[in-house]
């Protein structure tokens, strides 16, 4: 498992405002244990890194760093997510798939553009 394991795991609970205590009660472990994974001083068993990555709704292959970016759906639920704890969404607002997709597109298309303008 690649040394950025804890760091992605704990980026991704951020991102989706999950508590550590609420993850690891849905893991059934300790948070003595999620720390421990977190801080990369132990591995976890496949089988927990697997209900993790379920959990998160990423893959395993992203979890654990073998893959260097997220799905398409991973990213529009982060940018759902940031849009709406900065308060440019209201938490039961909803935007359909596609229109986070062609917001996404202009980000990314608006890069430089945004880089630039400081």
Avoid: C, H, W
């Amino acid at each position: 498992m690649r040394k950025d394991f804890g760091a992605r795991l704990k980026s991704l609970l951020e991102n989706k405002n999950i508590s550590q205590k609420e993850f690891a009660d849905k893991l059934e472990i300790t948070e003595a244990t999620l720390s421990r994974y977190i801080n990369n001083l132990i591995v976890p068993k496949i089988e927990v890194v697997y209900e993790m990555a379920k959990l998160l709704d990423v893959s395993v292959d992203f979890l654990i760093g073998n893959e260097r970016t997220m799905s398409e759906t991973e990213e529009l639920a982060i940018l759902r997510k940031i849009l709406q704890k900065s308060g440019f969404m209201e938490n039961d607002e909803d935007l359909t798939d596609e229109e986070l997709d062609r917001l996404m597109k202009f980000v990314n298309a608006n890069k430089e553009f945004l880089k630039n303008d400081k």
